[in-house]
């Protein structure tokens, strides 16, 4: 059993995705343990995203991850990293497969839909980022 941090992005939210993005998580066995809708200041994204502080896409991925709501949640499930990062497909949308949530709804590589943790240290990070221990069951 694993846990890690799914992100319906502002484009996501803005554009009525969020149905579609936990239908395709309930379809595929990963549970939510956690679920919240915030807006994070433009301060709050830029400690999120910290690791890529140095990357030319830090200041337009901030900005527009602090642009409008996003749903944040945490998911369990057998490989469950792994798995949402299937269906997720590539970070860039012209790479992910077909049927993809990417290949499905991304517009941009930026605007990219979701986002999830790529390891179990990226994962512990993130979860903890926005949710204490009394806000994930399970
Ligand atoms: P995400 O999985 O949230 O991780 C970092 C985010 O940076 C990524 O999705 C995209 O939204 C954004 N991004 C913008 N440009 C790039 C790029 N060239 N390479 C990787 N990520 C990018």
């Known amino acids: 059993?694993?846990?890690?941090?799914?992100?319906?992005?502002?484009?996501?939210?803005?554009?009525?995705?969020?149905?579609?993005?936990?239908?395709?998580?309930?379809?595929?066995?990963?549970?939510?343990?956690?679920?919240?809708?915030?807006?994070?200041?433009?301060?709050?994204?830029?400690?999120?995203?910290?690791?890529?502080?140095?990357?030319?896409?830090?200041?337009?991925?901030?900005?527009?991850?602090?642009?409008?709501?996003?749903?944040?949640m945490v998911l369990e499930g057998d490989d469950a990293i792994a798995r949402y990062r299937k269906l997720m497909g590539a970070t860039n949308y012209k790479e992910a497969d077909p049927g993809t949530i990417r290949a499905d709804f991304a517009t941009d590589i930026e605007k990219n839909v979701v986002h999830g943790s790529d390891a179990p240290e990226t994962a512990a990070f993130e979860m903890g980022y926005f949710f204490n221990s009394f806000e994930i069951v399970g």
Do not use: W
Request: net charge neutral; aromatic share 6%.
């Open 1 to 72: 059993m694993e846990r890690t941090l799914s992100i319906v992005k502002p484009d996501g939210v803005a554009r009525g995705l969020i149905g579609e993005v936990v239908k395709r998580l309930e379809d595929n066995d990963l549970k939510i343990a956690a679920m919240k809708m915030i807006h994070m200041t433009l301060a709050q994204a830029e400690g999120f995203y910290a690791v890529h502080k140095e990357r030319p896409f830090f200041g337009s991925l901030t900005e527009f991850m602090s642009s409008g709501p996003c749903v944040v």
